[in-house]
């Protein structure tokens, strides 16, 4: 079963890899950074995109994916306006599909 892994270059998402691969899954790691490619576990594909939104196109990163697990977020905000829901840039919801 092959998993895409939202996230996959954080701290939980990299262990999270490795468990995966560990126990036999194909793992698809989706990450926006490109230095990030080498801190993957051997076996994992990694995958890159743009950035993690409303707008962002997954049809690529989805193909032969039967599971995700989403653990990409936007972290270290500053306080203020940054957070507030009416901020574009504030993420609302991810992805509506099932």
Known sequence: MKVLVTGASGFIGRALCKHLLQQGWSVRAATRSSSAVTTFPP?????????????????EALVGVEAVVHLAARVHVRPGADRRPDNPRFPKHPVNRT
């Open 43 to 59: 076996g994992a594909e990694v995958v890159r995109i743009a950035a993690v939104g409303g707008t962002t196109d997954w049809s």
